[in-house]
């Protein structure tokens, strides 16, 4: 994932499609002008607000291709942030190319910015694209002349958090883009947007921009919006005030600032639970006692009649729960979880008071965690396979709470693992998205299918690789797990193990169990590819010993040392070369493993094929050359290891233009020198 420092720039160019210019600096008087009318993105921007970001990328992909460079602008934060699916800096990185090429300043500097934060980094390459993006008149508003001379790396780490907040108008775009800043903890984009009417704006749940801030812990942020004016004590709708959204994330520096702006230590929402309640969920010592010695009170009761001590009982927070012991809190002694004499009935408090009000006696106690109540309530005659108002089945809600006897007790009773919550997800499925070994282990031993409910949004195997819960993943391989469940893109458990991981032990096991090597997703990627393309080395090397097919193209014909070429993978690059694959295959474009090393501006992995006689002069379907793609993005470096391997310099597209000419038309002068003399 890109950091996050990298690319709010980016994300905000979405939020800020109303008008191409919010997203894109102004180029220069000599650059070309684009972006100038919104019309042809008119159909994103909608599909955007709507977060159905699926059909924006299809409209994106669209015009990008037909050649709009503010849609090739934004089909790349599309690729870079995993809007719509998998995310892939290569193709962004091509987006973003041809998006410069065209005069767009913002693109050139995020290109910059990529190499900056590439790993290894590369300075020559962000150097290069950021004075590009200055010379087409990108000029960040918050930063000095004298930082715009620094390294490229300082220059893209800092200017990358700078968004033209000041040029968007429509005053939806700018509340959500305050939002995601304050969340983001983006203190220059708060300094840009943050205004009173903003700061009064809050969602339907009654919250906006300090709350934000407080529940993600980004201490600078809350400072500067209370210093804007945003009102310290403003709760939701119900009655959570930013102080206890900080207490709770268990942010200490965050609740030193709400103290410093007098924020209010005995608040009480609208369940009764106090500020040191929820410090007392959060279990973060640092900030109860704070709280203790700003004055927060032990002695209140919530509508539960539980105290703060209650809740740090319940949540298991020992230290806390000493500390407040030791300042006079005193527990529920008719609790679930505290009490000393079993309980055979739900105590429930007054009308509009229960927390629990609509839910069966047996889901609240599974989520109390009491064995005694449960069993009780079991022998009575109480179902099983109760749900809660909100759809999710009781042995759901046991899993949720973390109670392996409660799970054990209700499958004993007859609960059904495989009904789902109301999203269809089964019990198994959500105990391994939780990362609940003893819960998964505690239904497996009673019998629960492995592969879940059918109605399951996805396998839980599939879910266990993505989440990296290997440990379950390797409980359900162990009890017989479908290993060819496949996720709703195709792919199966050892592509997104082969993608997220250089544990061998990992993909050996899943191979030992009989998974499909050269199984392929629904783009005919097998696991070889996705690794290659992530660069897990070490997990390349593994499946090249279980005999991986080197030459097993995707649908695009990207094999997969194209596909490590893409993503500047070296040292997979080079395993594969040690293997003698086919360094001429071609993509559906008509590139070539040297075309897509050089797209990637690799000067490493061009050099290495070079090495191993790939054509130089190869052309893809536009009938552009390595030099003339290498020409085109300004990439010196590897303009002179072509030239020094005889490139031709005479070789033109079906533009007509030479390796000089699209040097030339894109300003790189140094460049067109070079190869005019060569």
């Given amino acids: 994932m890109a950091p996050r420092s990298a690319w709010p720039a980016l994300w905000l160019a979405l939020l800020a499609v109303p008008a191409a210019q919010m997203a894109v600096a102004a180029p220069a008087a000599t650059a070309k002008s684009f972006g100038r009318t919104t019309d042809a993105l008119e159909g994103v921007k909608s599909a955007i607000r709507l977060k159905n970001f699926s059909a924006a990328q299809s409209d994106l992909q669209r015009l990008a291709e037909a050649g709009n460079a503010d849609a090739q602008y934004l089909l790349a934060v599309f690729h ?50 950021l004075a590009r993006a200055r010379e087409l008149g990108f000029t960040p508003q918050t930063h000095s002349t004298a930082k715009a001379g620094a390294t490229a790396k300082a220059g893209a780490t800092a200017d990358a958090s700078v968004i033209p907040a000041v040029r968007i108008t429509d005053p939806k775009v700018k509340r959500e883009a305050l939002w995601l800043a304050a969340e983001q903890g983006d203190v220059p984009s708060i300094e840009a947007l943050a205004s009173a009417t903003l700061l009064a704006e809050s969602d339907e749940f009654g919250r906006g921009a300090l709350a934000r801030a407080a529940e993600a812990g980004h201490a600078p942020a809350l400072e500067l919006l209370l210093r804007r004016g ?96 030791e300042k006079g809190a005193v527990a529920l002694k008719r609790s679930a979880a505290t009490s000393e004499i079993a309980l055979t009935s739900v105590q429930r408090a007054g009308q509009g008071r229960d ?42 809600v046991a899993v949720v709470s973390g109670a392996p006897a409660t799970v054990e007790t209700l499958l004993g009773a007859g609960a059904q693992a495989t009904h789902g919550d ?19 282990a505690a239904l497996l031993a009673h019998g629960v299918s492995a592969d879940g409910s059918a109605d399951d949004p996805e396998p839980p195997l599939v879910a266990a690789a993505k989440t990296g819960h290997f440990g ?5 391989a ?33 191979l030992d169990s009989g998974a499909a090597i050269e199984g392929v997703d629904k783009a005919g990627r097998t696991a070889l590819w996705y690794a290659a393309r992530a660069g897990k080395t070490e997990t390349v ?4 010993q279980r005999g991986a097919n080197t030459e097993h193209a995707d649908q695009d014909g990207v094999t997969p040392v194209a596909a490590a070429c893409s993503a500047g993978a070296t040292a997979t690059v080079d395993l594969l070369l040690a293997k003698g694959v086919h360094l001429e295959a071609r993509t559906a474009r008509g590139d070539t493993a040297l075309l897509l090393a050089a797209s990637a501006g690799s000067s490493e992995i061009v ?23 290498a020409s085109r993005n300004g990439n010196g470096a590897v303009v002179q290891r072509l030239l020094k391997s005889g490139a031709s310099t005479r070789l033109r597209n079906k533009d007509r233009l030479s390796a000089a000419d699209v040097a030339a038309a894109r300003s790189f002068s140094g460049i067109a020198q070079t190869l005019t003399g060569a």
């Fill in 541 to 544: 090397r593994l499946l090249l």
């Fill in 355 to 396: 927390l629990y009000a609509g839910w069966p006696d047996l889901a609240v106690a599974a989520a109390r965690k009491a064995p005694e109540l449960l069993q009780a309530l079991l022998t009575r005659g109480a179902d099983p396979n109760a749900k809660t108002p909100q759809g999710t089945p009781v042995l759901s």
């Fill in 478 to 510: 162990v009890a017989h797990a479908h290993l060819e469940a496949r996720d709703a893109s195709g792919a199966s458990a050892l592509m997104l193990v082969a993608e997220r991981t250089d544990k061998g032990n990992v993909v050996s096991e899943l």
């Fill in 80 to 129: 870079l942030n995993g809007l719509a699916g998998p995310r892939d800096p290569a193709k962004a990185k091509v987006w973003l190319e041809k998006s410069a090429a065209q005069g767009n300043s913002r693109a050139a500097f995020s290109l910059a910015s990529l190499y900056a934060e590439s790993d290894p980094p590369d300075p020559q390459a962000a150097e290069r694209w």
């Fill in 230 to 325: 945003a009102a310290v004590d403003s709760a939701d709708h119900y009655g959570i005030t930013p102080l206890m959204l900080a207490a709770r994330a268990g942010s200490t520096e965050s609740v030193e600032a709400l103290i410093h702006a007098k924020a209010n230590v005995n608040a009480v929402d609208h369940k009764g639970n106090t500020v040191l309640m929820h410090a007392a969920a959060g279990g973060k010592v640092p900030v109860v006692e704070r709280l203790l010695a700003a004055g927060a009170g032990v002695a209140p009761r919530n509508v539960q009649d539980w105290s703060a001590l209650d809740f740090a009982e319940i949540g298991g927070s020992r230290e806390v729960a000493s500390r407040l012991r």
């Fill in 472 to 476: 379950i993943l390797h409980s359900l």
């Fill in 422 to 440: 109301r999203r269809g997800s089964s019990a198994l499925l959500t105990a391994t998205r939780e990362g609940r070994d003893d819960m998964v």
């Fill in 607 to 629: 050099d290495h094929l070079l090495a191993h006689r790939a054509n130089q002069d190869a052309q893809n379907e536009f009938g552009d050359t390595a030099l003339i793609i």
